[in-house]
């Protein structure tokens, strides 16, 4: 009993200290048919109470195994709580120059993580990041999710 028992303490432990994600965490899984529209901009709210922590903020991106696509375009607007817009745009890598997936892949699953922001102070407040795809097409295809995480910097 007491190996059964430090055994799954060990697990719960390490499940719990994967996901860095302490201020805010929420992946959107709601593509029909896998497609991401191009006027299907996701939006995240979050809030910052201690502005004395730096934040690393982390876009998320799953897909499926052996992705057609080497990167994706993709437009970012962060919201401040003054109100304040900053614009920027990210050239996804999703495989390197060799073909290799750069994701972490599971069967014909495969999550990759970018940060937005790294090792960032942010101000006390509320916050949005709206993510869109650029794609030339009317939709990005073999999509499973895209979210964002913040986490505490230590």
Known sequence: MTIKTLFLI???ALL??????DIYSKLDKDFSDNRWGQTDAKTYNFTITDDTKSYDLIFR???????????????FTIT??????????????IKDSS??????CLGDICDLQFKIKEKTRLIKGN?????????????????LGVGL???TVE
């Not at 991106?61 to 437009?75: E, N, T, W």
């Not at 916050?127 to 999509?143: A, D, I």
Request: proline content about 8%; hydrophobic content about 30%; some cysteine.
């Open 10 to 12: 060990s697990l719960t």
């Open 16 to 21: 719990v200290s994967c996901n860095k994600a």
């Open 61 to 75: 991106f799953s897909h499926v195994y052996d992705y057609q696509f080497a990167s994706v375009p993709l437009d």
């Open 80 to 93: 401040d709580p003054s109100g304040k817009k900053e614009n920027f745009t990210v050239d996804l890598k």
């Open 99 to 104: 073909g290799k997936e750069l994701g972490d």
């Open 127 to 143: 916050y949005k990041l709206t993510v869109s795809n650029t794609f030339p097409g009317p939709y990005l295809p073999n999509v």
């Open 149 to 151: 995480d913040v986490a």
